[in-house]
């Protein structure tokens, strides 16, 4: 320990000290929200679990002396990363000198000389050899080749880690190709792992690169309401067994049986309505803990409403406090033909709709159509709608198919801001 570091130690521990239980508790929950090891740990118990499965795969290479190659796919977000440096972190703890990391990443390294380049300076960094920048392309495969065989035959796996892998199958796939024919050595020990978001990224592969790759897939999909649940426990309750004083603990989970309550539970559906990922709901997490009374200590239903309403993207509903009577009427005009899935939706079918929507309910407001038409113009302007597709250019704007481009839940929220508006339509 350095004497910095000794220095340093009394004055945290006094800062520390200082600190009220709400601050202490303040910067355990951010530190946890933060930690994607500690967020992601709760599904690594489960023998169905992504972890579970990834861990064997990788496993079952070392300790067969085998060659393998695994896919990881599903949306950004979702712990595909997080999930395999579990993996990686727990198996250099079980097998310390057994295992070689080589990570690349498709937005930097797409290109095959380059590709190849960076594995010969990883491997050559960890290797403690001499690296050659003007090394060509033969050379770095020939030497990536000789590490595969070397580390084979001291029985060390190599792992490739190849993130946004898509990018990777572009081209002629000269590195995949380059990289899983020299994995056919009897002597090569090494496990080919791709992370992509697009679900179809083993059909990219040129058949000689998928015959030499393993069809092994691992979906990631963002967490159930069940699983949301089990992570919000997981990350929000203080432990029983710390050094908080008892009594606050006790009300700070206590506080939190908020889950159960029908309100919180709108908020989270309506978080996960536009996005469910993991990364969200971290983000979501954070400026709830954020907006935590550190007088009180505790969390509170209207610090997750005030998070929402932080984090909640919300330039369509500034847009739509600017639109008239009429524009709203024509944005519940399309959603209610989207409703009954009507396939052309043109200006002409929305003024029917209008026309309905003002018989039934018998409103005092119904516009000429000359002016609903420049009500439909200003709204294509205002990008709240737009054309299907390009073509038509020529064709008049009340004959074009349109497409509405914002959600139900932003139009309602919209409609409400305007009490003269007729809700019961939508």
Partial sequence: ???????????????????????????????????????????????????????????????????????????????????????????????????????????????????????????????????????????????????????????????????????FAQGKQLFLYSLLDAMQSVTSQAVVIGISCRLDADQLLEKRVRSRFSHRKLLFLPPSREDTERLLEHILLLPTNSSFPHEYVTAFNVKLLIFADYKFKEIVDTLSYSDSTVNHLQRFLFSTVSHMDLKSGLLSLENFKAALSTIQRQPKLEVLKDCSILELYILVCMKRLEAKEQELRNFNAIMKEYKSIHDTFQTSNYYARNVCLRAFEHLLQRELISFEDNRGHGQSAEFRPVKLLISRPELYQGLKSYPSCPVSSF
């Fill in 1 to 167: 320990m350095s004497a910095a570091t000794v220095s340093s130690s009394p004055k945290i521990t006094e800062k520390m000290a200082r600190e009220s239980p709400a601050e202490q508790a303040q910067v355990l929950v951010k530190s946890r929200i933060c930690n994607p090891n500690f967020i992601f740990s709760i599904f690594s118990n489960p023998p169905d679990s992504n972890y579970s499965k990834l861990k064997y795969i990788i496993s079952s290479s070392l300790t067969e002396a085998c060659n393998n190659s695994v896919l990881l796919l599903g949306p950004r977000g979702c712990g595909k990363v997080a999930i395999l440096e579990l993996v990686l972190e727990d198996l250099l703890e079980e097998y310390p000198d057994m295992i070689s990391v080589i990570k690349l990443n498709g937005l930097l390294h797409c290109d095959h000389n380059c590709a190849l380049k960076e594995i010969s300076r990883q491997l050559c960094q960890e290797h403690q050899l001499l690296f050659s920048k003007m090394a060509s392309f033969d050379d770095n495969a020939q030497f990536m080749v000789s590490m595969l065989r070397e580390c084979g035959l001291a029985h060390k796996t190599i792992i490739f880690v190849l993130d946004e892998f898509d990018l």
